[in-house]
């Protein structure tokens, strides 16, 4: 049987975004230039890179910014254990998407000059929404805001009620242990919309 991960994290996240807001412009995610991803751990040592697709990013007129995460795109190399990564930790037919929301002023921060922020975000995962602490790297010009993960985000599976999926996929896998805390990082890209 091919070793199965943890996970944990995200949907979100993570993650995920920070919110900000110039006058009557509106701003939209750029899929393509914009990733997510996470580090699981199996017993105790080896550790495996996970992918998720974030779709449906927009910053509002509001300074509001919604980022989705696709839970069903999890990609970890290896399709049997996406596809149980999807069934027993993330329950995609039930929680299909993860969002994590935001609100900043985008008056905070300065043209073309890079920053960094300490940010609170609602991240919305497998049915739970929780506060989350995370510091981000963020730079903005005329027309694209990106924010970055600067730490990761340590993501506990257990605070999202994921912690009997991560339990699930390490008896399948017959692991002696999944860490049920992961990091996670992101990038976001967002485009100006003019009116």
Same mark, same amino acid.
């Given at each position: ?7 944990? /994290? ?17 701003? &939209?995610?750029? !899929?393509?230039? @914009? ?8 017993? +105790? &040592? %080896? ?5 998720? @697709? /974030? ?6 007129? &509001? +300074? !509001? #910014? ?12 290896? !399709? ?8 027993? /930790?993330? !329950?995609?037919? *039930?929680?299909?998407?993860?969002? %994590? ?35 981000? #790297? %963020?730079?903005?010009?005329? *027309? ?16 999202? +009620?994921?912690? #009997?999926?991560?339990?699930? /996929? ?26």
């Amino acid at each position: 049987m091919k070793p199965i991960k943890t996970i944990g /994290l995200i949907s979100g996240l993570l993650i995920s975004m920070i919110s900000f807001a110039q006058g009557e412009s509106s701003w &939209q995610l750029n !899929e393509q230039l @914009s990733s997510i991803s996470f580090q699981s751990v199996k017993n +105790g &040592q %080896v550790v495996e890179n996970h992918q998720l @697709s /974030l779709v449906n990013g927009t910053i509002s007129e &509001q +300074g !509001e #910014a919604t980022v989705d995460i696709a839970l069903g795109s999890i990609n970890s190399g290896i !399709e049997i254990r996406d596809e149980r990564m999807q069934e027993h /930790l993330f !329950e995609v037919t *039930k929680f299909p998407i993860a969002t %994590v929301k935001n609100k900043v002023k985008l008056d905070d921060i300065p043209l073309n000059t890079p920053v960094i922020l300490d940010a609170e975000m609602q991240l919305s995962l497998h049915g739970v929404t929780k506060a989350i602490q995370v510091k981000l #790297a %963020v730079t903005r010009t005329e *027309k694209s805001i990106q924010i970055s993960t600067q730490n990761p985000y340590l993501l506990n599976a257990n605070d999202f +009620g994921l912690g #009997a999926g991560v339990d699930k /996929l390490q008896e399948i896998a017959k692991l002696n242990i999944i860490a049920k805390t992961v990091p996670v990082h992101f990038t976001t890209v967002f485009e100006k919309l003019m009116k």
